[in-house]
């Protein structure tokens, strides 16, 4: 274990899946059955590489560790500043878990190109580590935008019908957010010269200045998370991405929507995010009430995850700022309840969806497919994937036992605290969720069978098999007994807490 | 009668090599036959090396003045013109089978291209106007017959027209600012004007800031910022694409050096001035380059289109006035000439004999035929575009964050809010590449030489290699105006 204290492991994290993807792409297409090989023996490698991670983490402190600081651009005091905290660990470890799935996924499913497809996978891989483990802005910034590239790829190569129009809106709405934080961070540059991000949580700014920083930074996490107003993007992208790219966009890309706003907005600008909170809330909530109605109706199965999807990422939100109202009733046990609600909710909808999206990818490469009305009646013909699809079902839709409910009961106790109409409108997510996925799994699995297209259904092999059986057995785990997750990330919530009680004014 | 002193010469090497290469590869062109026109090449890249290499031999450790102060030589002068040679030797690698498959393979090509660097030499030593507009007539009366050279081609000839009757107007009026301001101070030497104008400034503004005008209405047109753009949309297309991609790179860097020497080194003092005429160019260019780059098809054009807008963004380096700003415009400029060369030496490997690549329709299901040249045009796309991790990126944010320093915060959002824009149209390029298929009846196989793919491939590399360790470039950068 010593052995891993010298290694860089964040910088091994970071890089190796890039490098192997740039091996993937070497092995070309002549031989694609050696070019998955190599992609999946990298993304376990690079899943082994992060357990140490996580069993090496010190839970009792709030700093960073695993730290590695290189000056890299000497002009502009950029250094190459890797490391992790109770915050981004998670969020590490749930990324190298969901790419070996999706390597998985794509073994017999991905026949054009797949050297490719893998490869922009692994190098996408590299990204969203070194998004999470950046601490230096620039480098994130860097990381957080090259990620747009490999996935308007995928959406584009490998997607559906309308791909084009879905990967453009994607790129282009997600850029605009991006160019405006780095605007702002220039700014911060200009007045303190250090693009650290643990200088710029403590650079004193004006509220003026706060509040258009603030602002800055909520277009382009909102676009990312994604929030209602800025959320059109999301549904047409899952639906005309492939099955492991819908995965990874859920699974991963919105958790950075997320983590931006814990890493930037809330300690950079305090007062702002104290100010504007009613803003947050208000979409928020928005997203969970709206946002779940509109899945109700939906036809396309993707389409209804994907909006379920805005819902549940608006507990997030929501969890993240209802904590100055709570604070101010001079309560700090709940703002604390309501971030680590936040988190984990984040955790678990990462799992949940992942599984959700690959069980109707598992649908739809039988029947090619995705609409409810062509579906009735699985469970007749494939009893084992109905079993899995049930159980996902109830997790998103709350069911307690599942990781699904763990987060949601987290932030709807703590906006209990915050406001009793906060609590009773976020608490409409436990019938309104369940209303959508109950209902979809009710037409697509139960019943007599629909048509002969059902009746000539095979149930899922060993591979599928093992994809849904492994994230079961996440969601399982964590609806049980999610105290090793809450456990690492308290000290950094607890810190958190007290840097942004403290106003910079 | 004042004595004559004899200029110190060393200097002015590489340009004394430069002049005699060129001459010698006119002459030695004459006696070779078609078939050995290859020879012709050789000679050229050799003269380039050659250059390069005096130019090292010369370069002072603090800058140098020569021939009664016109002539300067400093790390600023060094560093443009290596880049300069660099770029012109990719040019005339990479042009070599598209001017054989056009049947325009002649040695005039090398020696007015030789010339053209000749000229841009100069313009960036100088530090007189009258030596300024020596080097521009020199670079643009090549640049105009290098255009005309495919003499079957009528937009060719539409477009050295175009370019030779507008740039003269151009020159024309650079010349009278040029007389205006020797009227006011009775000398044409860049350091005199600058006392002179710091001595007159409050008593005679309004004839300084008329004849400012006009200086900087010739250098916008010979960068190509609105609205004095005209020439360039015209020019890019019509022109054979080799000499498009000489046109839209290596001038760049000496109108860029002219922009320095006329403003910076010879009028700072008006800085209030002419920082507000450049940010109305800058803004326009940016605006209306990205805007109409969205309605082009052909490939060509829209990258006339786009390097308006590029032009743009080094004019808001320039235009906020500090030793950081100048060094991320010259940053810029560098880069941009780098990553255009890729952009345009991929399309001219699609050329074939009965169809001369220009369209983005030529560029459809790349990835299917010929993924590393997708992959690389991809990599200049992405960097003129400004996406991490290429040096596109990095250049674009040295140019916000120096605009920013200076408390204009305002243009910084504008530039970014059109770099958005622009993303659009390289976007819909790298969709023909990847998301179309190739069209049945047009089969692609590219036949390119070792020496164009290792040189392309080492080109398109570089964009990362930068992204990645700029430094390696702006270290220079930042030293050409400590």
């Keep these: ?505 | 009668m004042t004595p004559f002193i004899q200029p110190n010469l060393l200097p002015a090497l590489p340009e004394m090599v430069m002049l005699a290469m060129a001459c010698l590869v006119l002459v030695v062109d004459l006696f070779l036959p078609q078939e050995k026109r290859g020879f012709t090449l050789l000679l050229s890249l050799l003269t380039l090396i050659l250059v390069g290499m005096a130019t090292v031999y010369v370069s002072p450790a603090n800058s140098i003045s020569t021939f009664g102060g016109s002539f300067i030589l400093d790390k600023l002068a060094v560093t443009l013109k290596l880049s300069v040679y660099v770029v012109t030797f990719m040019v005339f690698v990479y042009s070599r089978d598209y001017l054989k498959d056009l049947k325009i393979y002649k040695g005039e090509y090398y020696v007015l291209g030789l010339f053209a660097v000749l000229g841009m030499m100069i313009m960036i030593s100088a530090h007189s106007f009258l030596l300024i507009y020596l080097g521009l007539e020199l670079l643009s009366l090549s640049l105009y017959a290098m255009i005309a050279s495919n003499r079957d081609s009528v937009t060719a000839s539409e477009a050295a027209m175009k370019y030779f009757v507008l740039g003269a107007l151009a020159s024309g009026l650079l010349l009278y600012g040029i007389s205006m301001f020797y009227g006011i101070s009775g000398t044409l030497d860049i350091t005199e004007l600058a006392a002179v104008i710091k001595s007159q400034a409050a008593s005679n503004p309004v004839m300084l800031a008329f004849a400012l005008t006009f200086i900087v209405v010739g250098l916008s047109f010979k960068l190509g910022a609105v609205p004095f753009h005209m020439w360039l949309p015209d020019v890019y297309q019509g022109a054979p694409t080799s000499v498009t991609l000489f046109i839209g790179t290596a001038p760049k860097i000496a109108g860029f050096a002219m922009a320095i020497r006329l403003l910076v080194d010879g009028m700072s003092d008006l800085y209030v001035d002419w920082s507000q005429m450049l940010i109305v160019l800058a803004v326009a260019s940016m605006a209306l380059g990205n805007i109409i780059a969205i309605s082009q098809t052909n490939f060509k054009r829209m990258l006339a289109y786009s390097t308006i807008s590029h032009v743009g963004f080094i004019l808001l380096g320039l235009l906020s006035g500090t030793e950081l700003g100048f060094s991320s415009a010259m940053f810029y400029t560098i880069t941009y000439a780098i990553t255009s060369s890729v952009a345009f030496a991929v399309l001219m490997l699609l050329n074939r004999e009965n169809h001369e690549a220009g369209e983005i329709a030529d560029l459809r299901g790349l990835n299917d035929t010929n993924p590393w040249y997708a992959a690389l045009l991809a990599i200049a796309l992405f960097s003129m575009a400004g996406v991490p991790p290429t040096v596109g990126f990095y250049a674009k944010l040295t140019v916000i964050n120096s605009v920013i320093q200076v408390d204009m915060v305002w243009l910084a959002l504008t530039a970014v809010l059109f770099s958005v824009i622009g993303l659009f149209y390289y976007l819909r390029v790298i969709k023909a590449m990847y998301f179309d298929k190739p069209d049945e009846n047009q089969v692609i196989t590219i036949k390119e030489a070792l020496d164009v793919k290792i040189l392309l491939s080492a080109n398109g590399l570089s964009l990362l290699l930068l992204g990645l360790f700029p430094s390696l470039l702006m270290a220079w950068c930042v030293a050409a105006f400590a």
């Design chain 1, 1 to 505: 274990m010593t052995m891993f204290a010298d290694l860089p492991l964040l910088s091994l994290v970071v890089w190796l899946p890039i490098i192997g993807g740039i091996f993937v792409l070497f092995a070309g297409d002549k031989d694609p059955s050696g070019a998955r090989k190599i992609a999946l023996v990298f993304s376990i490698l690079t899943f082994l590489l992060t357990i140490p991670l996580y069993t090496l983490f010190d839970s009792s402190s709030f700093a960073m560790q695993f730290a590695e600081k290189h000056v890299w651009i000497s002009e502009f005091n950029i250094h190459y500043h890797l490391g992790i905290d109770g915050i981004s660990m998670p969020l590490i470890l749930l990324t190298s878990f969901i790419t070996i799935l999706v390597i998985i996924s794509a073994w017999e499913v991905i026949q054009y190109r797949a050297s490719q497809y893998l490869a922009a996978f692994l190098i996408m891989e590299g990204f969203m580590i070194g998004t999470f483990s950046a601490l230096d802005s620039i480098l994130f910034y860097i990381f957080f935008e090259a990620m747009l590239i490999p996935m308007f790829l995928i959406i584009g190569v490998w997607g559906g019908v309308n791909r084009i129009y879905a990967t453009l809106k994607f790129f282009l709405y997600t850029f605009i957010g991006s160019v405006l934080m780095l605007v702002a961070l220039i700014y911060m540059y200009s007045k303190s010269g250090s693009f650290a991000i643990l200088d710029l949580h403590d650079l004193p700014l004006t509220i003026k200045e706060q509040t258009y920083i603030f602002l800055a930074f909520l277009v382009a996490f909102a676009v990312k998370v994604p929030m209602w107003p800025v959320h059109t993007w999301l549904p047409d992208a899952h639906v005309e991405a492939p099955t492991g790219g819908s995965v990874i966009l859920a699974a991963i890309m919105l958790k950075i929507g997320g983590y931006g706003f814990l890493r930037f907005s809330l300690p950079i600008t305090p007062d702002a995010s104290n100010q504007l909170d009613w803003l947050i809330i208000t979409m928020s909530l928005t997203a969970v009430v709206y946002i779940g109605f509109v899945a109700l109706v939906q036809q396309d199965m993707k389409k209804l995850i994907a909006y379920s999807s805005i819902a549940h990422m608006g507990f997030v939100t929501l969890g993240f700022f209802i904590i100055f109202r709570i604070t101010s009733s001079g309560d700090s046990q709940g703002a604390i309840l309501a971030l680590e609600g936040g988190m984990v909710q984040m955790v678990s909808h990462g799992f949940i969806s992942a599984a959700m999206f690959l069980s109707v990818g598992v649908l739809y490469d039988r029947m090619h497919s995705r609409q409810i009305a062509d579906y009735g009646g699985v469970v007749n013909t494939m009893p084992v994937f109905a079993a899995f699809m049930v159980f996902f079902a109830m997790s998103n839709a709350g069911l307690p036992g599942t990781s699904g409910f763990v987060g949601e009961f987290m932030v709807i106790l703590a906006a209990f605290k915050a406001n009793f109409w906060f609590a009773f409108l976020a608490a409409t997510t436990l019938i309104i969720g369940a209303g959508y996925t109950l209902w979809m799994v009710k037409r697509v699995v139960f019943g007599d069978i629909a048509n002969d297209n059902v009746k000539a259904l095979t149930d899922i092999n060993k591979r599928e098999f093992l994809i849904l059986g492994l994230l079961a057995i996440a969601v399982l785990v964590l609806g049980l007994w999610p105290d090793p997750l809450v456990d690492v990330m308290h000290p950094t919530i607890n810190n958190l807490l007290q840097h942004i009680s403290v106003s910079k004014l």
